[in-house]
């Protein structure tokens, strides 16, 4: 995907914001990558650029070194949270960035609505990832996944209709069935 910023080098951009902030962070050629330490010659904030205007939040937020130093600290919380949803120290780190937004319900010509809103700005991107994730939770936990590819460890929403997705992306299908299928085709 291409952006205002640059290119988005991410093998998987357009999950909800939430898992697609835990994306920032992927394995290429076998090695960890994070788009917030450089990957693609990124500095640390342009690489912030590059996930706000991917994850459709550059218009309302600033890629700055505070705004960054609020989304790392939502990516563990959510990171964690994702590994273990029972984990009380996740938790309390989930609830710490939501203490930094509320929700002002509005009512315009359009009818209800809700507005998000922070004391200080720089933590609405990392709120409303973390936000976004407990909604998610509340309508889709049981369709969150992380890909089976063991090469691989992106998360994404399966969104199949009988919700039986495995892979983040037919590329990593393809590395995962492929050889399997190969295998069996072979034995006939």
């Not at 780190?93 to 209800?112: C, K, N, P, W």
């Not at 209709?161 to 495995?166: A, F």
């Amino acid at each position: 995907m291409t952006t205002r910023t640059g290119a988005d080098p991410r093998p998987l951009t357009g999950e909800p914001v939430s898992l697609d902030l835990l994306n920032t962070r992927w394995i290429e050629d076998g090695e960890p990558v994070d788009l917030f330490a450089g990957a693609a010659g990124l500095t640390r904030v342009r690489g912030l650029a590059v996930w706000l205007e991917s994850a459709g939040l550059a218009e309302r937020f600033r890629a700055d070194a505070a705004t960054l130093v609020h989304v790392l600290t939502a990516r563990e919380a959510l990171a964690r949270f994702v590994a273990d949803p029972a984990d009380a120290g996740a938790r309390a780190l989930i609830d710490a960035v939501l203490e930094h937004g509320r929700i002002r319900i509005t009512f315009t010509a359009e009818g209800a609505g809700e507005r998000a809103e922070f004391a200080d700005p720089t933590w609405g991107p990392a709120w409303t990832a973390v936000r976004g994730h407990v909604e998610l939770s509340g309508t889709a936990a049981d369709r969150i996944r992380v890909c089976a590819s063991p090469t691989c460890g992106l998360r994404f929403l399966d969104d199949s209709r009988d919700g039986t997705r495995r892979w983040c992306s037919t590329a990593c299908g393809d590395l995962g069935e492929g050889p399997r299928h190969n295998a069996r085709t072979r034995e006939r």
